[in-house]
């Protein structure tokens, strides 16, 4: 193939154009894209610095604020200008070295005589706050005190009024009086001058001075009047109510007493931190201006980078040129290859025409034709073509001689299919017979099996009859040694009756004997009683009523003689006859127990017997179940016989269908023409 050359130079000449113009776009953009990323990440950093700068303004007016009410005794401030000093500080440090947290550097040095300025500031405001938040308990104790004696120095002044109301109603001395009414002026005073003290004005320190005076006075007025003092001329109070009531003001004073030398103790203390409150007061209004310009040199620095941004812009306009002059250079490359594609088709269409000449004759079938191998595109088609038609040359070639080999195979094939199915016919009739055969002798052993299942059948309920045998042997056995205990034990009963009737026999004895005696007395007593005359009549008549009463007695002793008599005498019969029954019982026992012996032989017997009958019911079903396998076995046998030669017919039918094909594919290429060599194989096959 002829490979095109022209424009080579030029395309390789456009090729570098493009990519040196890509080279500095990409340059351009990173530029670009870098010029930004600083601007974005300068402008983020200015407004933390502006951001912080503005808020040391608001802390310092907080600060102040806050100092201010916590030297007023404010619980709450203290914590407030703890928390306002350490925002402070930490801004502060944002500005000074920068934040880790979110990549802020430290201030720029462009701002650095601001910093300096509201350096010195706060360092002074940290100062003055730090005393204020370490004389946090003294200040709050002290306003403590303060309250308390707000409350308890208007209770003195009540409870003075009245000790005035009483004095005046018991009509002590004026001197008295005027004494108590200084005590109620003077406790005022005492409230006033701690007021005074904790407003940490000029007059602060004279205050203190003066509390600590008139709560001294007051205490030894007070005293006086309880106890009398004649250094102060103070004399004592005598009225009962009178002295009850400053007896209780005393009480009261004991705290306003011991709160004098807290107070004068702290009250210095109390003055620094009033100082330093004021001394905030004034530093956060310079710091507010510091911090103001602070803000403010920021602001220009961010305003100085607009360069930087122009300069962005500048960046941007050569990446967009460099974007056009890539897609100029692009466009004239592309028509440039446009020419030369259009050139190479019209040279490709004129080699397909001349390859399509060349093999017109292979759409009849001729195999002679070869192809120009050119050294254009179609070369290598031309190329393939050859090689193509040189292997449909040897393929119907060789279906040729295929076809000849495959219709010689067949005929034998075809012979042999047909032996087989006549062989395979003949089997399946032979395999018929089988079958019918194991079938009738499957039924005989049906037969005996259905019989050895009867016998079993008969030999279990044999089995069962000598077991129910067996127990009414062993019920019946049970049964008499049952009534030879209740005839032993009716005989036992009887032997102790023939004893009761012989015991009841000697008591009718001992009866016939008293009769016998009372008879006797009975006529002693009738002959004692003849022989007192008329005295003994009475006792005559008694005499003969208890000789007929002895001689009753007597006849029924020998009657009631008489029936134990016959009582014992039955009563042996009955002892006599319980024991021959007995005897019999036992024999009958005995008897039952050999029939039971006997019974349990015949079960034994009967169980071996059963089974016996039962292996073989068990056998005679196995040798069914075995005989019914076989039958379904040789009727599988006799269905694969049966496909098998309806397979042995089919596949002869396939044989000569495929001898068919042969002919047919032999036909379907005979329309080619071979070669001289390669036709004269064909025909010899």
């Known amino acids: 193939m002829i490979k095109a050359k022209t424009g080579k130079p030029e395309g390789s000449r456009s090729r570098s154009q493009i990519i040196a113009l890509f080279i500095a776009l990409i340059v351009f953009i990173m530029l670009l894209f870098a010029n930004f990323a600083y601007l974005n990440t300068q402008a983020t950093y200015d407004k933390q610095y502006i951001g912080h700068a503005g808020e040391l303004r608001v802390l310092s007016q907080r600060i102040a604020k806050n100092a201010t009410e916590a030297a007023a005794g404010k619980a709450a401030a203290f914590k407030l200008l703890s928390d306002a000093r350490n925002d402070f ?49 003294t200040v709050l104790s002290l306003h403590q005190v303060a309250a308390t004696l707000a409350e308890t120095v208007p209770q003195l002044q009540v409870e003075y009024e009245k000790v005035v109301e009483t004095l005046l109603q018991r009509g002590a001395p004026a001197a008295q009086v005027a004494m108590a009414q200084r005590q109620s002026l003077l406790a005022e005073r005492i409230l006033g001058a701690v007021n005074t003290v904790l407003s940490g004005d000029e007059n602060s320190q004279q205050a203190a001075d003066a509390f600590g005076r008139d709560a001294a006075r007051f205490g030894q007025v007070l005293n006086g009047m309880l106890q009398g003092n004649p250094s102060l001329k103070v004399s004592q109070v005598e009225d009962r109510d009178a002295r009850a009531r400053l007896i209780e003001i005393s009480e009261l004073f004991e705290f306003v007493s011991g709160s004098v030398d807290e107070i004068l103790e702290t009250s210095p203390e109390l003055f620094k931190v009033r100082e330093s409150a004021t001394s905030i007061f004034t530093l956060s209004q310079t710091l507010l201006e510091e911090a103001s310009h602070l803000a403010g040199g920021f602001e220009n620095l961010a305003g100085g980078r607009n360069t930087d941004t122009i300069g962005g812009y500048v960046l941007g306009l050569l990446a967009l040129m460099s974007i056009i002059l890539i897609g100029l250079v692009m466009v004239r490359e592309t028509n440039r290859q446009l020419r030369e594609t259009a050139e190479k088709n019209e040279r490709n269409q004129n080699a397909i025409m001349r390859l399509l000449d060349e093999i017109e004759d292979l759409a009849d079938g001729d195999l002679t034709v070869t192809a120009s191998v050119t050294e254009d595109f179609t070369g290598t088609i031309a190329d393939s073509i050859n090689y193509s038609v040189d292997q449909l040359r040897d393929l119907v070639a060789t279906i040729n001689l295929t076809a000849g080999q495959v219709a010689a195979a067949v005929q034998e094939t075809q012979a042999t299919a047909m032996h087989l199915a006549q062989a395979s016919e003949h089997q399946a009739q032979q395999i018929a017979e089988a079958s019918t055969a194991i079938n009738d002798m499957a039924q005989s052993i049906d037969q005996v099996s259905a019989n050895a299942a009867e016998s079993s059948a008969v030999a279990e309920r044999s089995v069962e009859i000598a077991n129910k045998g067996n127990e009414v042997v062993h019920n019946t056995i049970h049964g008499m040694d049952n009534i030879r205990e209740q005839i032993q034990d009716t005989a036992k009963r009887i032997k102790r009756l023939g004893e009761s009737s012989q015991e009841i026999g000697d008591i009718v004895s001992l009866i016939d004997d008293i009769a016998d005696q009372t ?47 016959a009582i014992q005498t039955d009563t042996n019969e009955a002892v006599i006859s319980m024991e021959q029954t007995t005897t019999e019982v036992v024999r009958g026992a005995r008897l039952a127990q050999d029939a039971g012996v006997a019974l349990e032989e015949i079960e034994g017997v009967s169980k071996t017997l059963a089974a016996l009958i039962q292996s073989i019911s068990n056998a005679a079903q196995q040798q069914t179940s075995s005989a019914g396998q076989i039958s379904l076995t040789m009727n599988v046998i006799q269905q694969i016989t049966t496909q098998t030669s309806s397979g042995s017919t089919a596949t002869a039918e396939s044989i000569g269908n495929l001898a068919k094909m042969a002919s047919q594919l032999r036909r379907s290429v005979s329309g080619f023409t071979l070669p001289a060599a390669k036709a004269e194989v064909a025909d010899k096959v």
């Not at 040095?109 to 601001?114: F, G, H, K, N, W």
Request: aromatic share 4%; glycine share 6%; hydrophobic share 45%.
């Open 519 to 565: 008879n006797i007395l009975a006529l002693n007593a009738a002959i004692q009683a003849s022989m007192a005359g008329d005295a003994g009549r009475g006792f005559a008549v008694v005499a003969d009523e208890v000789q007929r009463l002895a001689e009753r007695s007597s006849a029924a002793t020998r009657q009631i003689e008489t029936l134990v008599r």
């Open 89 to 137: 500080a930490q801004r502060w440090g944002y500005l000074k070295q920068g934040d880790p947290a979110t990549g802020l550097p430290p201030a720029p040095s462009a701002v650095r005589p601001e910093m300096r300025a509201v350096q010195l500031d706060w360092e002074r405001l940290l100062k003055n706050t730090d005393a204020i938040l370490s004389s946090e308990q």
